[in-house]
């Protein structure tokens, strides 16, 4: 991260943890480390404002005992709907905003409908319910990613973690 701290002198640094979101109007190197969950960067260059969540779990109504208000973040449509409705009252137009998604990784669960996928399904109907386009993604597959967004100029850096499974070599018995 050092090498993008020194292209980006002026930014500050902030980490995201699970359940929490940002919206800044100044130059900021955002990043968080993805499992199963997802994070979607807005990026509206008009209004200099970026935006980032952290997500766990899908959608809020899944879950009866836990209140969205209490932890917007927590969940994927709650986290899209806190922040875009925070554009708006900015006053952002929906077309002047890019919008990315990462995350989604099933390490830990092999079964079809893991909660990575569901994340990930969610995101991209959620931001097509608002009419919100996906400029960029990256998604799905084994492994954890780690992903810094500069929220000056909208780039995302995305490293893939190796989650210490060794891949079987094909040439192996």
Same mark, same amino acid.
């Given at each position: *991260?050092?090498?993008?701290? $020194?292209r980006f002198p002026d930014h500050k640094i902030a980490f +995201?943890?699970?359940?929490?979101?940002?919206?800044? $109007?100044?130059?900021? &190197?955002?990043?968080?480390?993805?499992?199963?969950?997802?994070? @979607?960067?807005?990026?509206?260059?008009?209004?200099?404002?970026? !935006?980032? =969540?952290?997500?766990?779990?899908?959608? !809020?109504?899944?879950?009866?005992?836990?209140?969205? @208000?209490?932890?917007?973040?927590?969940?994927? $449509?709650?986290?899209?709907? @806190?922040?875009?409705?925070? =554009?708006? #009252?900015?006053?952002?137009? +929906?077309?002047?905003?890019?919008?990315?998604?990462?995350?989604?990784?099933?390490?830990?669960?092999?079964?079809? *409908?893991? @909660?990575?996928? #569901?994340?990930?399904?969610?995101?991209? !109907?959620?931001?097509? $319910?608002?009419?919100?386009?996906v400029a960029a993604s990256n998604v799905g597959g084994e !492994?954890? #990613?780690?992903?810094?967004?500069?929220?000056?100029?909208?780039?995302?850096?995305?490293? &893939? +973690?190796?989650?210490?499974?060794?891949?079987?070599?094909?040439?192996?018995?």
């Amino acid at each position: *991260m050092q090498g993008l701290l $020194d292209r980006f002198p002026d930014h500050k640094i902030a980490f +995201l943890n699970v359940a929490q979101g940002i919206l800044v $109007d100044c130059p900021t &190197m955002a990043h968080t480390v993805l499992g199963s969950c997802v994070s @979607v960067t807005f990026f509206a260059p008009r209004h200099g404002l970026g !935006a980032i =969540f952290h997500a766990l779990l899908p959608r !809020a109504g899944e879950y009866r005992l836990h209140d969205p @208000v209490d932890s917007p973040y927590k969940f994927v $449509d709650t986290a899209i709907n @806190v922040l875009v409705s925070r =554009f708006i #009252r900015r006053g952002v137009k +929906l077309s002047h905003i890019e919008c990315k998604v990462f995350g989604g990784a099933s390490a830990l669960f092999a079964e079809e *409908m893991s @909660v990575g996928r #569901r994340n990930v399904e969610t995101a991209f !109907a959620t931001l097509s $319910d608002l009419g919100l386009r996906v400029a960029a993604s990256n998604v799905g597959g084994e !492994a954890g #990613r780690k992903i810094v967004f500069s929220t000056s100029t909208g780039e995302i850096f995305v490293r &893939m +973690l190796n989650n210490g499974v060794k891949k079987k070599n094909p040439q192996d018995p």
